[in-house]
């Protein structure tokens, strides 16, 4: 069954870095683009940063966007999520999953959710 497991996460203080990853299995990672998400508590599951298909596409969220960087290893079957200079309001739990452009040019989520990985970010 076709599905991702994040890890990586952790406690940081403000302005560490932690290195999510996302390992794909059941299927072959290289044919989707991957994006990655987070929910805080208490406020709907958010998008964050999607990776492309092999077309070089890289898309952040203004929040993140000089603080984040996504990349992949298709050898790998693996995206990952490069965290720096994290802010508390970058707390939340990251979860990945394949992405959907839709003709409006948004992008969605589809597929299941991985159990995600907790970020906290609290001096």
């Known amino acids: 069954q076709a599905h991702f497991v994040e890890s990586g996460g952790g406690l940081v203080q403000p302005g560490g870095s932690l290195r999510l990853s996302c390992v794909a299995s059941?299927?072959?990672?290289?044919?989707?683009?991957v994006g990655w998400f987070r929910q805080a508590p208490g406020k709907e599951r958010e998008g964050v940063s999607y990776i492309g298909d092999g077309d070089g596409t890289l898309y952040y969220e203004d929040s993140v966007k000089g603080r984040f960087t996504i990349s992949r290893d298709n050898a790998m079957n693996t995206v990952y999520l490069q965290m720096n200079s994290l802010k508390p309001e970058d707390t939340a739990v990251y979860y990945c999953a394949t992405v959907l452009i839709t003709y409006d040019g948004n992008w969605h989520p589809f597929g299941s959710w991985g159990q995600g990985t907790q970020v906290t970010v609290s001096s």
């Open positions: 059941g299927f072959t990672l290289r044919y989707y683009r």
